[in-house]
């Protein structure tokens, strides 16, 4: 289908001024432009159906700033998407008015804050405000409390719990919300386990204090500082671990994960709090994930603490640092299992319960009443002195 000469000669004055940005307007049909000096606009007026019109217009409009007459080429699609656009291109993906376009710019680890300011104008959306914030330099500029306020003003929205999570942990980078944000965030969070598990992922060890009833270091956190301070200050991981997990932040964590796995939506947030658990101690199992069943996991757990304990020619550096740590204070050995075995939280622990990945809600809390409820025993033994 040919444009109209009116549409057609309107359409290259906004290209021959050398437009920043352009966004098309499907339902109104309009095209956008954007310019140092503002925004200009193109009344469409089509002489056929608007879907073909609508190819025609992005035909020109490519052909002129690409010098490709087919819009969006396929190929650079897969550049795109595959992170291989060089960054000298990215100014011209922000000028074909294509949604894809777009999002394979906001995307680019070659994205600027004035590139990223003409991609918002071009499409505001979460994913895209996701995908910016998540690039460092871009959260730190002026453009990062603009996505986290869109963020937060759309998360009520938000239907799919890995888009919740990965929101609230994009949102509390530092500097993007006023405090009096994140707190009211954080109250909203009771209810919402993907919200509070992006809390976690974002702040194991500063979130809000949960008033009216904050976390209280654990009765034998001051002694346990007294006797594992020299071998967290000569860098043993675990000692630091151990005192981590006594202190206020770390008894906030725990009592925000309990809440978590109380009752876990879907299979989506228990995997999430799972590989949460795993980051979180992870100084305890440095070798990764294991992959281990419930049974496997706490026979693993138990051994391998009792095996650190005797030393032997073979010791690997974290059966050392376990070691140390029970020398200076033996009565840890319950909560050193703790530690490894939720180190060890994985897919593996799900695998055997439920089969079908589509299981959720009610039933889905039944099956794997076993899993949480062990993991949550082991998070009590944190919560609790070592006697």
Same mark, same amino acid.
């Given at each position: ?72 080429p396929v ?11 060089? =960054?000298?291109?990215? &100014?011209? $993906?922000?000028?074909?008015? +294509? #949604?894809? @376009?777009?999002? *394979?710019?906001v ?14 104008w ?7 405000a ?10 730190t ?5 603009v ?56 702040l194991? =060890?500063?979130?809000? &204090?949960? $008033?009216?009833?904050?976390? +209280? #270091?654990? @009765?034998?956190a *001051? ?110 050995? +319950? ?53």
């Amino acid at each position: 289908m040919e444009l109209s000469s009116e549409d057609s000669f309107r359409l290259n004055v906004l290209l021959a001024n050398k437009p920043l940005a352009i966004r098309i307007d499907e339902s109104r049909l309009v095209v956008h432009g954007l310019s140092d000096r503002g925004e200009a606009k193109v009344q469409l007026n089509p002489t056929g159906r608007p879907e073909p019109y609508l190819r025609a217009v992005r035909e020109l409009i490519s052909g002129h700033i690409l010098g490709s007459p087919g819009g969006y080429p396929v190929y650079l699609r897969r550049w795109t998407r595959m992170g291989q656009m060089r =960054d000298q291109s990215l &100014e011209q $993906l922000l000028m074909l008015g +294509e #949604p894809e @376009a777009v999002v *394979a710019a906001v995307g680019s680890p070659g994205l600027t804050e004035e590139l990223a300011r003409r991609a918002w104008w071009a499409m505001e959306d979460a994913e895209n405000a996701r995908r910016m914030l998540a690039h460092g330099h871009i959260a730190t500029s002026a453009m990062g409390p603009v996505l986290a306020e869109y963020l937060l003003e759309y998360l009520p929205f938000e239907t799919e719990s890995d888009r919740m999570m990965a929101s609230v942990r994009l949102m509390m980078q530092p500097g993007l919300l006023p405090e009096a944000q994140r707190r009211a965030l954080w109250q909203k969070s009771g209810r919402k386990q993907a919200y509070l598990l992006g809390f976690l992922q974002a702040l194991p =060890d500063a979130l809000p &204090e949960v $008033l009216p009833e904050p976390a +209280e #270091p654990r @009765a034998d956190a *001051a002694d346990l500082e007294r006797r594992l301070a020299a071998e967290r200050d000569t860098g043993n991981p675990v000692a630091a671990l151990l005192l981590r997990v006594a202190g206020a932040p770390g008894q906030a964590y725990l009592k925000t994960m309990a809440a978590v796995l109380s009752k876990p939506p879907n299979q989506d947030v228990l995997s999430a709090a799972f590989d949460c658990l795993r980051d979180y101690f992870a100084a305890i199992r440095q070798d990764g994930d294991p992959g281990l069943a419930m049974a496997d996991l706490q026979t693993e757990a138990g051994r391998y603490v009792d095996a650190a304990a005797d030393p032997g020619p073979m010791s690997d550096p974290t059966s050392n640092q376990i070691r140390a740590c029970l020398a200076a204070a033996p009565e840890l050995r +319950e909560q050193l299992i703790a530690m490894r075995l939720l180190s060890g939280a994985s897919y593996g622990l799900l695998r055997p319960l439920l089969p079908d990945p589509t299981t959720l809600g009610s039933l889905m809390r039944r099956k794997i009443a076993p899993v949480t409820d062990l993991l949550q025993s082991q998070i009590d033994r944190l919560r609790t002195a070592a006697s």
